[in-house]
């Protein structure tokens, strides 16, 4: 099992900087894959980023490369999500998930366990 909570997410201007957290707990953490993923109102879940186990792979939504940033801190049972030049199209709720296998993923459907979400909402 593991448990996360997010946090970090609050009204931002556009053009901002703003770091998401999301603290895990549980045996599995460390061998876990993990993501983040956003819903904005009257749309569906979408993939925003995935870090492999070890840290060392990352992957990213054409909407967010070279903006956003994930890792992770082992140790501290973190991950994080650096988000830079936010737009007005950031705003969403945003999701940490975590899955039973090491390696990323983009599928929401091959994560098992979610966090409750955290608000951004990025102004004009």
């Known amino acids: ?34 993501g983040w993923f956003r819903q904005a109102p009257g749309k569906e879940r979408e993939f925003v980023a995935t870090i492999n186990w070890s840290g060392g792979l ?9 903006r956003f940033t994930i890792s992770r801190d ?10 830079n030049s936010l737009k007005p199209e950031d705003t969403a709720v945003y999701y940490c998930a975590a899955r039973e296998g090491s390696s990323r993923s983009v599928y929401a459907r091959s994560y098992d ?12």
């Not at 082992?74 to 988000?83: E, R, W």
């Not at 966090?115 to 004009?124: F, M, N, R």
């Open 1 to 34: 099992q593991v448990q996360l909570v997010e946090s970090g997410g609050r009204l931002m201007e556009a053009g901002g900087s703003l770091r998401l957290s999301c603290a895990a707990s549980g045996r599995t953490f460390g061998s876990s894959a993990m």
């Open 58 to 66: 990352t992957e990213y939504a054409d909407s967010v490369k070279g």
């Open 113 to 124: 366990y979610w966090g409750q979400g955290t608000q951004v909402t990025v102004s004009s």
């Open 74 to 83: 082992i140790a501290k049972g973190t991950v994080y999500l650096q988000m």
